[in-house]
């Protein structure tokens, strides 16, 4: 015969029917979905702000000295200023005044179906806390992700006058903890565990909130990204939330000096809830409603403030003890047990979220990819211009180089039309002035082949004029050729020669004269040549150096062609995965409805075959399944 007993088990059965179905469909989350039963409500934060003893307050270890006590063994030996909670922990009552209470995976049952529970003093849970370090430094973890947390029940002796026992609220290790390890293993972690819970409780300092939530085990997980979007899923607990400057002096411009009558405690809650609101909007973070924030003192931190103001102190202390009890209701709305059957509809939620997210990250990454592309195929086009501009100018040197050897050549045959003063009467006096007619003949005959030659090139290299001093050298090699003897006054006493032998050593002048001005002017054009060959490897190495970058960003292209592919490639598989995880999401509804009405007639069919007490339970047991299907999607 059934009972009140039996149909009370069997109540959600045809949720946890229609949920089984859900999870074998739901590709990528249907592991994380096997977590959802350990805890409902999260507490996730930096090491060292007070998370544990937050939770011990909220389970009711009211008392500053209980607290103290219970903190000891849960923090494995570490000193302070060194993440505690090694490993995820659910947290609970023990059931028994003074010893704690530890459920853990059977060692020898691979399956984890079966979890032993052990009874410890303080003592001996530390010691069992320790195991799960290693490592000189303890910084070492000895814990799979996917293992089931640790459930830890603490003595009744701790608990005060509001102890909760309805609480499911488990802690990871702390996001921010000393060792890279530990770092790692909180972000594998908050990979388990941030799809199946309904609340996350954020646990940070007042001054360090914005760094947290920017940290990539928040911003890469797509269940706890959109903290700022979906407020009815996250709580945020400032701690150190009264100690500092900027908060006091707030307080004091919005309701005076402490003590003055606007230092109410509901006062004093919207003020410091109104001024951590708007250091997130300051901090470009998203807003969020001053009544989701909980800025608190608990802990050290407490007592410190107390030490230092304890006027300050008494006016804040009923304000933290408010939001405490608000935060306790809103952790125990959430820890209901029937919460995971209600929350259906957020699951598929979740999953949507988790789509749209990925949609998100796929078109970023693809417009990254493709910027990516068009920078790289941009760079190698102008590398092959920049390539095509130093072989073109390599090419022009290398024919102006050309250009100027073949001048050069002409140069050195160029004639050197020299036009004779007429001859002197043969007369010594006379014989030596029509030598400087001569010379300057001889330079005018220079200058005038230099001009003529210099018409032919267009090389600006080139000088424009011929030698500055050219008269001079052609005057000083005249005379070298001409060899003078300065001595025509006594030309007859001395030498015996007539003045026609002096004539005809000037005639001589004639037959080297020309070759010589050909090679000087050359050697003044000729210093062209070296700069032009200068040049000319210039652009040789322009040109290697061009080549070079252009097999880089030839290179560089073909990694954005083929990163751009394996994007295309991996979106195009998991557009597939995601469209038929929406699919399925999206029938939750009909799912649940299904199975509900399956349930519903099954009980009603026993119903009709049943009498008396039997036939009343199945038929409320009927109607509280439809009930219970409407509270689920109202």
Same mark, same amino acid.
């Given at each position: ?18 949920? &089984?179905?859900?999870? &074998? ?116 973890? %000895? ?104 908060? %006091? ?75 405490? %009890? ?258 399925? &999401? ?49």
């Amino acid at each position: 015969m059934t009972n009140s007993a039996d149909l009370d088990r069997l109540r959600w059965s045809w949720s946890a029917e229609a949920a &089984a179905w859900l999870r &074998a469909r739901l590709r990528g989350v249907d592991e994380a979905l096997e977590q959802s039963d350990l805890a409902h409500v999260m507490v996730l934060g930096d090491s060292q702000v007070g998370k544990t003893t937050l939770l011990l307050r909220l389970f009711g270890v009211t008392d500053p000295e209980a607290a103290t006590e219970a903190a000891v063994p849960l923090r494995a030996g570490r000193g302070r200023g060194r993440s505690a909670t090694p490993v995820p922990i659910r947290y609970q009552w023990s059931g028994d005044p003074d010893h704690w209470s530890l459920a853990y995976d059977d060692p020898g049952d691979e399956s984890g179906a079966h979890r032993g529970t052990a009874w410890l003093t303080s003592g001996q849970l530390e010691k069992r806390l320790r195991s799960f370090r290693t490592g000189a430094t303890g910084d070492r973890l %000895r814990w799979e992700s996917r293992a089931r947390p640790l459930e830890i029940g603490l003595p009744g002796r701790f608990a005060g006058p509001e102890r909760r026992t309805d609480l499911r609220v488990f802690d990871l290790p702390g996001l921010h903890s000393a060792g890279a390890e530990e770092q790692e293993a909180a972000k594998a972690l908050l990979a388990v565990y941030a799809p199946v819970v309904d609340h996350v409780v954020f646990v940070v300092s007042a001054d360090q909130f914005a760094e947290m939530v920017r940290d990539p085990a928040i911003t890469e997980n797509p269940f706890l990204l959109g903290w700022g979007e979906q407020a009815h899923r996250f709580s945020l607990v400032f701690t150190r939330a009264f100690s500092g400057d900027s908060v %006091r002096r707030h307080l004091q411009a919005v309701l005076g000096e402490p003590g003055s009558p606007c230092w109410t405690r509901d006062r004093i809650v919207a003020a410091v809830q109104e001024h951590y609101a708007d250091q997130l909007l300051v901090s470009e973070l998203p807003s969020v409603a001053p009544s989701g924030l909980f800025p608190v003192e608990i802990g050290e931190s407490w007592k410190e403030l107390l030490d230092s103001d304890p006027d300050y102190a008494e006016a804040v202390a009923p304000v933290c003890d408010d939001l405490l %009890r608000r935060l306790t209701d809103t952790v125990a709305r959430y820890s209901d047990p029937d919460r995971r059957h209600l929350a259906a509809s957020e699951i598929a939620a979740r999953v949507e979220i988790v789509v749209r997210d990925n949609v998100r990250r796929r078109e970023q990454a693809l417009n990254a990819a493709a910027q990516a592309w068009r920078r790289a195929k941009r760079a190698h086009t102008q590398a092959l211009a920049f390539v095509h501009r130093a072989r073109e100018a390599a090419k022009a040197a290398r024919q102006r180089t050309e250009a100027l050897r073949k001048r050069l050549e002409r140069l050195a045959e160029w004639p050197v039309v020299y036009v004779r003063p007429d001859a002197p009467e043969m007369k010594g006096n006379l014989v030596r002035a029509k030598q400087e007619e001569e010379r300057a003949a001889w330079t005018e005959a220079a200058r005038r082949a230099w001009t003529d030659w210099r018409e032919t090139t267009e090389e600006p290299e080139v000088p424009r004029q011929p030698p500055h001093d050219l008269s001079t050298r052609i005057r000083e090699k005249y005379d070298e050729l001409c060899r003078c003897c300065h001595l025509c006054e006594r030309w007859k006493r001395f030498v015996g020669d007539t003045p026609d032998h002096c004539y005809g050593r000037m005639t001589g002048v004639g037959t080297r004269m020309p070759a010589w001005i050909r090679t000087t002017l050359r050697e003044h054009a000729d210093s062209a040549t070296a700069r032009l060959a200068k040049a000319e490897a210039d652009t040789e190495r322009q040109c290697a150096v061009a080549s070079r970058y252009a097999d880089h960003t030839a290179e560089a292209l073909a990694r954005a062609v083929a990163e751009l592919d394996d994007l295309l490639e991996q979106a195009t598989e998991e557009q597939v995965e995601d469209a038929a995880n929406l699919t399925v &999401a999206r029938s939750v509804r009909a799912v649940h409805s299904q199975r509900n009405e399956t349930y519903v007639h099954r009980l009603l069919g026993r119903a009709a075959q049943s009498d008396g007490d039997e036939r009343s339970w199945l038929v409320l047991a009927a109607l509280r399944g439809i009930h219970d299907l409407n509270r689920m999607f109202p």
